[in-house]
């Protein structure tokens, strides 16, 4: 079955008996059959552990669950989808704001200058959207798009679908605002994880050695500022602020490690499934202004947007960490209903073509696009973000 806009708003109409669509992959490390994985590392040096039925059409089951890890868990996920949204802006025209640091000097160079609000850890519920203001100075929660943002919910989502649809997708919770203020909450709709099936082993360790080229070995310590090693000197005492250690611990010497890290894992099988909730989306509206005509127009709009962001994250190659490059053995699509239906293959021009489609027909019921199609908005840090981050990487304001 070809996937159309016709289709998407039959499925998401309030009055649709749909459920949604299910994306499976087979995938297999880039290294081939039974090559090792790393998945997410957690505190502890642990992996996530579960044991779960496997897929019918894709494991033999003794009448046991077996033994998973999550390779790449449903956050993690979403967060690779927004990241693939917001490369495709020149293309797609998603809306985006950014969070403009440059004005603020001497900042460690890992640190980005400007945070786009796809990397918002919170979506539009995030601390940073809070302390921000417009460029000029006044509080970003008073400006218009502010208010609307800081008071959208699932049935009155106009401000989301028009500056930060990514929130109707993957969810977000309003709890940065204060107890007496907003706390309005949206479950994901689009959910998707990465499971190894049947680890070859359970608890291998990483085992080596840290060389040196000339073997730096002295009893003499370091003295250094643990802030900054570049100043680091050999002595006996350590004066306040300062650490005295082996000199191992500011890298030079051979480093024997081992036991603190997992290693990589050999999986009997590797499955990816994404699943995008019909009834999920079905809850949002757009108040009272608009009929439910706009409402499905946006919810179409949103499964055209998650399709897209998946083949672009996912429909190819894609490296997840060190360790973690996999690639598609074979992918399907389908329909979930009264009657699930195959879908024909999805592809990056498809799902582009379906996204530019469902946004033209959004405006043209009265959606309103306002963040769509345009330059980002630039935000600035209030004062108070400002301090926090100076007192937060203090040698900056020295440099």
Do not use: C
Not at 218 to 240: F, V
């Amino acid at each position: 079955m070809e996937l159309t806009l016709g289709r998407l708003l039959a499925g998401t109409a309030a009055d649709s008996f749909d459920d949604g669509i299910m994306l499976d992959a087979v995938l297999e490390p880039l290294t081939g059959p039974g090559g090792t994985v790393k998945p997410a590392i957690y505190p502890g040096g642990q992996y996530q552990a579960d044991k779960r039925w496997p897929p019918a059409s894709e494991a033999a089951s003794d009448g046991e669950p077996q033994a998973v890890f999550v390779i790449d868990n449903v956050p993690s996920q979403a967060n690779r989808l927004e990241e693939a949204l917001r490369a495709s802006r020149p293309a797609t025209g998603v809306p985006e704001m950014i969070l403009d640091l440059t004005g603020l000097d001497g900042l460690p160079a890992h640190l980005l200058r400007r945070i786009s609000s796809w990397h918002f850890p919170h979506r539009n519920a995030d601390a940073y959207l809070r302390d921000a203001t417009d460029e000029e100075g006044t509080d970003f929660s008073r400006q218009p798009v502010g208010r609307d943002l800081f008071a959208a919910t699932t049935s009155s989502a106009a401000a989301l679908v028009s500056w930060w649809p990514q929130a109707l997708l993957y969810g977000f919770w309003q709890s940065h605002l204060g107890k007496k203020r907003s706390q309005a909450k949206h479950a994901r709709a689009w959910t998707s994880e990465i499971i190894g099936w049947q680890p070859a082993a359970q608890d291998t360790r990483i085992h080596g050695l840290k060389g040196d080229p000339l073997n730096l070995s002295i009893e003499e310590d370091a003295i250094y500022d643990d802030r900054d090693h570049t100043g680091w000197h050999l002595g006996s005492k350590a004066e306040k602020g300062e650490t005295k250690k082996k000199l191992s611990e500011i890298g030079h010497g051979q480093v024997p490690f081992g036991g603190e890290t997992p290693a990589g894992v050999s999986f009997r099988l590797i499955t990816q499934r994404a699943t995008v909730s019909f009834a999920q989306l079905r809850r949002i509206g757009l108040g009272t202004e608009l009929d439910d005509s706009a409402a499905t127009a946006a919810r179409a709009l949103l499964v055209a947007m998650g399709l897209h962001a998946h083949v672009l994250a996912f429909g190819r190659g894609f490296s997840l960490r060190s360790g973690a490059d996999l690639r598609v053995l074979r992918s399907s699509a389908t329909w979930l209903g009264n009657a699930d239906e195959t879908l024909a293959e999805l592809d990056a021009s498809t799902t582009e073509s379906l996204l530019q489609e469902a946004k033209s027909h959004s405006r043209d019921v009265g959606v309103s696009l306002e963040g769509w199609d345009r330059e980002p908005l630039v935000l600035l840090p209030k004062a108070n973000l400002e301090k926090a981050i100076a007192a937060s990487w203090p040698l900056s304001q020295d440099t």
